[in-house]
């Protein structure tokens, strides 16, 4: 690379996931992976428990603290593109939102965390209304999974495609974004399916299902990977194809360890089949 030609920037606001399979940490790979300059502020510090059937624990950063690290941030460099990861609380999500609004962006891909385990649910419920209130109006580019898709799409249940493409129209024509709904490996068949909506044009993605567990890391790699390929101007039903591409190879390529769950490997697409 010469001395005048610089990776896109792309920035993550998330929390840290301690073993490493999900968060900042898949985000920051990810960002690596696909060529971008990843940088992240870190919103909470989320550490599974080994004595307590690995449920999480939860340790949010002190606002200002999350404050301080996107000032210098922003100031340090010209941003054009976000992904938004686990915020956590409603302060959190409140001094985020306060840093989004302080300049244009051409990205804001926005990871719906809507509940975490080892939250009480009124803590939780009171984040999960936050985060739709305050951070969904302002993304671009949103990548519920089957129960964040349930939620925001107000749909009782989600079981089949068709399902699936009714969620998808009803978050964009709440959002305005561009929607990739996912199903994973929650809707029966063989194929593990998504559906990309930008308000004209819909597309049913799927690729075979590597085993019928979900893999840790999968959500969060997936928006990253679309970050990325923004940043490096692809258009968003692009991006989402490139990253449905990659995580597959990432989840057929997993990691595993003394967890009851594997995790997705960022470098799995470069050392399995092409792209």
């Known amino acids: 690379m010469s001395s005048t030609t610089h990776p896109p920037v792309t920035l993550t606001i998330a929390g840290s996931e301690a073993t490493g399979g999900a968060g900042a940490q898949a985000d920051l790979k990810t960002f690596q992976e696909l060529g971008t300059y990843g940088i992240t502020a870190l919103t909470c510090i989320v550490s599974f428990d080994p004595k307590d059937d690995w449920n999480h624990r939860f340790v949010p950063v002190d606002p200002q603290v999350i404050a301080d690290q996107l000032e210098a941030i922003q100031t340090a460099y010209d941003l054009g593109t976000v992904k938004i990861g686990m915020l956590g609380t409603p302060a959190t999500i409140d001094t985020v939102a306060k840093a989004l609004q302080s300049q244009a962006w051409t990205n804001i891909v926005l990871d719906p965390v809507l509940i975490c385990k080892g939250q009480e649910p009124g803590a939780a419920l009171d984040t999960d209304q936050a985060l739709k209130a305050q951070i969904l109006p302002l993304a671009t580019f949103v990548t519920p999974n089957h129960f964040e898709s349930m939620s925001l799409a107000g749909m009782d249940s989600i079981d089949s495609v068709e399902d ?102 960022q470098g799995g697409a470069a050392s399995g089949p092409a792209l």
């Open 164 to 265: 699936l493409k009714e969620a998808a129209k009803r978050i964009h024509e709440a959002s305005g974004a561009v929607v990739l709904a996912k199903g994973g490996v929650r809707l029966e068949g063989e194929d593990a399916v998504d559906v990309f909506y930008d308000g004209e044009t819909m597309e049913v993605l799927r690729a075979p299902k590597v085993g019928d567990v979900a893999v840790s890391g999968a959500g969060c790699t997936l928006a990253a990977a679309i970050t990325a390929e923004l940043a490096k101007g692809a258009t968003p039903l692009e991006a989402a194809r490139t990253a449905k591409a990659f995580v597959t190879e990432g989840i057929r390529n997993r990691v595993s360890s003394h967890t009851p769950f594997d995790a997705l490997w």
